[in-house]
């Protein structure tokens, strides 16, 4: 079963960048198809991103142009390329493993975007 560690969260200015990463231990990384979410306070949890094994990604459409979405099969790691924050970005994000229809999850790290 695979663990997800996220890193990277914090507080940034709008119009500001960060670049979130999540580590994967105890499976095979190349295995799982890897995706970013994100959850606001009050909101459903939303898509942002999904690179599947082969490295194709798909974005959520507000989202395309801003956010880039990476792994290192060889680190066992996804990244999330974030740019031109906007308030409206503020949420806990979170690395999401699947693999025959199972999702893990990882814990959320906290993106605040704000003056």
């Known amino acids: 079963q695979v663990q997800l560690v996220e890193s990277g969260g914090g507080l940034v200015q709008p119009g500001g960048s960060l670049r979130l990463s999540c580590a994967a231990s105890?499976?095979?990384?190349?295995?799982?198809?890897m995706g970013w979410y994100r959850q606001a306070p009050g909101k459903q949890r939303e898509l942002v991103a999904r690179?599947?094994?082969?490295?194709?990604?798909n974005y959520a459409d507000s989202l395309k142009g801003r956010f880039t979405i990476s792994r290192d099969n060889a680190k066992n790691t996804v990244t999330l390329q974030m740019n031109s924050l906007k308030p409206e970005d503020t949420a806990v994000y979170y690395c999401r493993a699947d693999r025959l229809g199972t999702p893990y999850w990882g814990q959320g790290t906290q993106v605040t975007v704000s003056s």
């Open positions: 690179i599947d094994r082969g490295g194709s990604t």
């Open positions: 105890g499976g095979i990384f190349s295995l799982y198809a």
